[in-house]
Each structure stands twice: as C-alpha cells, then as structure tokens.
C-alpha cells in the first residue's frame, strides 16, 4: 500500500479523481496510507464510494453532517454527494468506488465491513502487484458487489461540530474518552454557561452532549476490543465504574455485547 506525505497525499488524490471518474470497470480500488493532520479538499465522485479506514481515524465531511470512522467500518457516499476529509491519525485507506443503484436513501451512511468484502477489497487493491487473471478478477468483483449491496448499517458515524473551539475539546476527548466528563467542565473550558453551551453543541452536532459522550466512548472502545484488549480494561479507561454499565450502554447502542460483537463482526 502506497504511502504518502502531505504533499504527495494531495497530489496523488487529484490524479486518482480523474481516474475514477474515467474509468469504464464496474468495480475500482485504491489502497493508501495517509499522514496525520492531511486535508483533503471537497470533492465528488461519478461513483458511489466505500471509504474504510483499515487503521487510524478519519473525519469525512459532507453536506449531511460529519462523519468520524472508526476502524472496521466505512462511510458509503453517495455518488455526486460533495465531501471532504481530513487525517485525525495516521490513516491506511482503502477505497472501492462501483457503480450501484442503492437500496437505501442516497445518503451517507456508516456500515460494518464484513471479513469477506474486506478480503475481496484486499484482493482488487493488490492486483497491481499481484496480477489476475480475468476470469478471477470477474468473480471477485460480482462478489464484492453482492456483498457491499449486504453490508450491515451501523450507528457509529460521530457528529462532529464545525466550532473550532468546541471541536478542539472533542478532539481531547477522542484522544482520552471519559465517561464522566461533564457538560459543566466543557462550558467552562470554553467560559460560556450550561445552557449556552448545550443548544450550542446540539445545533453543531444535532445531539446531546451525553449522547456525544456515548457514542464517542464507543467509538474509541472498538478498536481496542478488536486488538483483543480485555472489555473490563477498555471500560475502566473509558470511565465506567464496572462491566455492567459498560456492556448496557454497548448493547443499547449497537444491539449486542461487546464481547460478541466484534467476533461475530470478523467471522
């Protein structure tokens, strides 16, 4: 997978638009790895676009809001929708773009990347480097477009606000999540009063900051469940006094506990 700077980074995603948009196959894919801190500039695609970040976090911002991938999972944008993106972490990407008419509302949506598409993604990314033969090149691709059609939907697109200095304390908080942080100590950081802070941070995010709060918690606790990280470790760093509250908060938002879901997500 190719690994880019800054400047290469930008470069090399102008030189990739023109490629999508005039390419003839059904299906593309891209592989990449990109620095920390790089922005890419609004933009559209003729195609409908799986973006799936393998490892780190990327912020991807559309006219419906913003969107924060968690590792695991990808953020469908639809074909023509407008959006940009931007680097939070080290970010190894990778990308199909097909062309699909969606069984859902064209709108963005966050979905579970199953073992099998990420393997099939896999294997149309090396083709460069490991070439194919067309008759295996033809399966896979009516397969990832079966299964990319089946992905499960997943509520686990974080809001994130377009305030720069509220947004600079939810950027804290990803780095060091904390079930107990409070409203009281966000207003005060930012020297407004409770009740101005909290239509502030539901008008730039269209939740509460409890929901926020959850969600973001869960967020940053995939990854570590999925390294294979203890639930009791990832729930006392996140804040909760024990495995209980943690496992009622995971199964209210995601429908099951969170010692099955990524096993049951990888299988």
Not at 200 to 209: I, N
Not at 239 to 250: K, L, V
Request: charged share 20%; hydrophobic share 45%.
């Amino acid at each position: 997978m190719t690994k880019l700077d800054h400047a290469e980074g930008w470069e090399h995603h102008r030189r990739s638009l023109r490629w999508i948009d005039q390419a003839n196959e059904p299906v593309l894919a891209l592989g990449r790895v990109y620095p920390a801190g790089l922005k890419v500039e609004t933009h559209s695609h003729k195609r409908t676009q799986l973006w799936f970040a393998q490892r780190g976090i990327v912020l991807v911002t559309t006219e419906e809001g913003r969107w924060m991938i968690p590792p695991g999972h990808a953020l469908v944008i639809p074909a023509g929708a407008q959006h940009s993106a931007e680097m939070i972490s080290l970010v190894e990407m990778q990308s199909i773009y097909v062309d699909v008419v969606p069984r859902h509302a064209p709108r963005p949506r966050v979905v579970e990347v199953t073992a099998l598409a990420q393997n099939l993604i896999d294997a149309l990314v090396q083709v460069d480097t490991k070439p194919a033969s067309e008759h295996r090149l033809s399966l896979i691709t009516d397969l990832l477009l079966d299964e990319f059609a089946a992905l499960p939907e997943r509520p686990l697109g974080l809001p994130f606000p377009g305030d720069p200095r509220l947004a600079g304390l939810c950027r804290r908080f990803l780095k060091s999540p904390s079930a107990t942080a409070s409203i009281d100590e966000w207003a005060a950081e930012m020297r407004i009063g409770r009740r101005t802070f909290t239509r502030l941070f539901r008008a730039e995010t269209g939740v509460s900051f409890v929901t926020w709060r959850q969600q973001a918690c869960l967020f940053a606790s995939l990854p570590r469940l999925a390294e294979g990280e203890p639930v009791t470790n990832v729930a006392l760093d996140a804040g909760y006094e024990n495995i209980a509250a943690f496992s009622t908060m995971f199964r209210r938002m995601l429908g099951r506990a969170p010692s099955t879901y990524l096993k049951a997500g990888s299988s």
